[in-house]
């Protein structure tokens, strides 16, 4: 027999799939949404050429920024160059 006693757990503590509060950052700040990206996400899916993946890939590192943030801005500076917006 095990003498491992388990924890109780309440129902507080425990996260619904989907539903999960983000968590503290070290000093005890919550992350802030981003307000530009909506809540619900879809996936868009196609392919492209290895060297713009690696590329768009780079540039996102490099500002920071996650890559559908970056898909987010290129389409709105290219709905601003054509006057869409």
């Given at each position: 027999m095990s003498s491992?006693?388990?924890?109780?757990?309440?129902?507080?503590?425990?996260a619904v799939k989907g539903q999960a509060s983000p968590s503290a950052d070290a000093t005890g700040r919550k992350p802030e949404a981003s307000p530009?990206?909506?809540p619900v996400s879809a996936p868009l899916n196609f392919?492209?050429?290895a060297d713009f993946r690696r590329?768009?890939?780079q540039r996102a590192a490099e500002a920071d920024l996650k890559l559908n943030e970056l898909l987010r801005e290129a389409l709105e500076a290219w709905e601003q160059k054509r006057g869409l917006i």
């Open positions: 491992k006693k388990s924890a109780d757990l309440s129902s507080s503590l425990v530009a990206l909506s392919k492209v050429d590329r768009f890939r």
